[in-house]
């Protein structure tokens, strides 16, 4: 296959597995058109009183489990999550907080299911990401596009947690590249039963689960082409073979990372996931999940090391004075407490959007993991700085927090793709418009003119219009205008990016990386100020006279809305060609 060819499969790959079905305006797709889809992000989301109730009770029952049963370096230390803690976590509904009641589950929504996340990542990550693999991705596939049937032969026990489940995409050959999955599923002539063929490596719960949500690729009726398809797996069947069940690993050790083969594994035709052939796109809208809560986690890990650096900055002293006394700490932790307040509000607004049922909330849900696991990551490195020395021994949680912190920003979908998708999906839209435009200039007709003119208008509409920032609070007002002004500069920007790169931009990671970049502290900063509106405004309404302390709030706004005006700056001044020019030089490869 030849460059061209390579590259248009891949587009219509992206095309069928991005842009298939009805497409509502939700809030990143909004953006890049210039407009500030008020709805889906303000007012700030409240959970429902008979569910907040529900939340009350549950966390309750979780903190006191946790506090008498977790123990996090121990876990780390045995490389295991002993059974009574998986167990208890079971019995208080963790393990099937989404599923429906009837199928055994809490029936609780994406937000409440995000607060308890949030709770179990600000003690052990090794069980937030163990509770992920379960139930954020493991059983979702099972939870979105199960049938009835098939919900009620599986739901029940994995709900409880008395089994469990994993999710099973990554191979050798399709990691980041997940279209390229090489496990075989072939129908048997009656077409009663599939033979799966292939590994998988990388599996968090492959050792323990009783139930593997599988991908495999299978011929297409037809045609010659061939599709990935989701199925249900379970070991107990002839030839699947556990060939590692706890690969050692840098962090989150009480994880089951492991490695299967299926080696003419008969999987009856009930056990398929979803539509056939449709596996790609159950896998991305199960990672949509998975993605929200790894924020929700990384909200609680972040607020753990900000406690901790607090409690240290107050009571350690140097040169006679306690650490919090000196700027470069007080800086650290200003930048923690601010990050901290982002990264809730952030995972409360985009577990909302799919509560709420927007259709189409990839972008949010990338945003969301990308902007949380970097941010956790430098969290993480400013506290363990302000420990010094003390944080390198084993005595104190730093160490095993900095090594657990790693997997987020390679797992489910590394930052460098994430970010590469937010720009270009983003820019998708305009960049059709614009399409329309340039094909109509080149070959005028009658039917191109109406379209093109619709496109005209909205391109237009956007380019002279600064949108409306709708906050209730006077005191936000200002934030509120500048942020509206900045998302009029970021339209500008990715219009003036469509316009003269063109096609070759779906190859240009440093440009995709600042219109991504900006885009997601756009997202972060409306969280914050959403949320930051909400809690004035209920502070208002009981009469409290006492101020509200936002400094961390208005701290992270100043320091998004510069960090937008950066990424935008850095369109048109880079040192991109040298940057490029000496990778390739290293690389060996010829000058571009
Ligand atoms: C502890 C752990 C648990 C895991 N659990 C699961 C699980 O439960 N289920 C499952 O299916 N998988 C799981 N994974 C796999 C994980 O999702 C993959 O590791 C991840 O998707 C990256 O794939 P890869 O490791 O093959 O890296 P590669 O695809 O080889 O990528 C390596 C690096 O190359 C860069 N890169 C790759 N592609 C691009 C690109 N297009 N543009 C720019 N840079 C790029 C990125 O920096 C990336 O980090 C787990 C992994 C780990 C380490």
Redesign the pocket.
């Known amino acids: 296959m030849n460059k061209v060819e390579a590259r248009q499969k891949e587009i219509q790959q992206a095309e069928e597995l991005l842009f298939a079905g009805p497409q509502a305006v939700g809030f990143a797709k909004g953006l890049f058109q210039g407009y500030f889809v008020s709805d889906w992000v303000m007012p700030y989301p409240r959970i429902p009183a008979t569910q907040q109730a529900e939340l009350d009770k549950t966390l309750i029952e979780l903190r006191q489990f946790l506090g008498e049963h977790l123990d996090p370096a121990e876990i780390d230390r045995q490389a295991d999550i002993p059974r009574d803690v998986i167990d208890g976590l079971g019995r208080v509904g963790v393990l099937g907080a989404t599923a429906p009641v009837e199928y055994g589950g809490r029936g609780f929504t994406q937000m409440v299911n995000c607060k308890l996340l949030e709770e179990i990542g600000r003690r052990c990550a090794s069980t937030s990401v163990f509770v992920n693999?379960h139930h954020s991705?493991g059983i979702r596939a099972l939870l979105l596009f199960g049938t009835h049937e098939q919900k009620q032969r599986w739901l029940p026990k994995l709900s409880t947690g008395e089994q469990l489940g994993?999710?099973?995409?990554?191979e050798r050959e399709a990691?980041?590249?997940a279209a390229n999955v090489q496990m075989q599923a072939h129908p048997t002539e009656d077409g009663a039963h599939f033979i799966l063929n292939g590994e998988?490596r990388?599996?968090?719960?492959a050792g323990i689960a009783q139930v593997l949500t599988v991908m495999a690729r299978t011929p297409m009726p037809g045609s010659d082409k061939t599709a990935v398809t989701a199925f249900l797996i379970t070991p107990d069947m002839p030839g699947f073979t556990l060939l590692e069940a706890r690969m050692p690993?840098l962090g989150?050790r009480g994880?089951a990372?492991g490695r299967f083969a299926l080696r003419d594994v008969k999987v009856p035709r009930e056990n398929i996931l979803g539509p056939m052939g449709k596996g790609l796109k159950v896998a991305l809208t199960v990672l949509d999940f998975g993605r929200t809560t790894f924020g929700a986690c990384c909200t609680g890990a972040a607020k753990t090391c900000l406690q901790l650096a607090v409690d240290h900055a107050n009571t350690r002293k140097q040169f006679n004075k306690t650490l919090g006394e000196f700027d470069l700490v007080k800086k650290k932790i200003a930048r923690m407490a601010a990050d901290a307040y982002a990264m809730e509000a952030m995972t409360t607004i985009t577990a909302s959007l799919i509560d709420r049922g927007l259709e189409d909330y990839m972008i949010e849900t990338a945003m969301l993991k990308v902007f949380t696991t970097e941010r956790l990551w430098e969290v993480v490195n400013d506290v363990f700085q302000i420990y010094g020395g003390s944080a390198y021994f084993v005595d104190l949680p730093l160490e095993r927090m900095l090594r657990d912190a790693r997997?987020n920003q390679?797992?489910?979908?590394?930052n460098?793709?994430l970010t590469?998708f937010i720009a270009l999906v983003g820019m998708r839209g305009p960049g059709m418009e614009f399409k329309e435009i340039y094909d109509t200039v080149m070959k005028p007709s009658r039917d191109r003119m109406s379209k093109a003119w619709a496109a005209g208008m909205n391109r237009l509409g956007a380019a002279i219009r600064v949108p409306d920032v709708p906050v209730q609070s006077e005191q936000l007002r200002g934030h509120a205008r500048k942020l509206g002004r900045l998302i009029w500069r970021f339209n500008f920007a990715v219009n003036r990016a469509l316009i003269i790169y063109r096609e070759p931009i779906l190859d240009m990671?440093l440009v995709q990386e600042r219109i991504a970049g900006a885009a997601m502290d756009l997202f972060a900063s409306t969280c914050v100020l959403s949320r930051q509106d909400a809690e004035l405004q209920f502070a208002r309404r009981n009469g409290d006279s006492a101020p509200l302390d936002h400094s961390a709030a208005d701290l992270f706004l100043r320091q998004s809305f510069r960090r937008i005006r950066r990424f935008l700056g850095g369109l048109t001044d880079n040192d991109d060609k040298s940057m490029l020019a000496t990778a390739n030089s290293v690389l060996g490869k010829p000058r571009s």
């Open positions: 693999a991705i994993a999710f099973a995409l990554t990691g980041s590249d998988k990388y599996i968090t719960n690993k989150i994880t990372t997997i390679i797992g489910e979908g590394s460098e793709v590469s990671q």
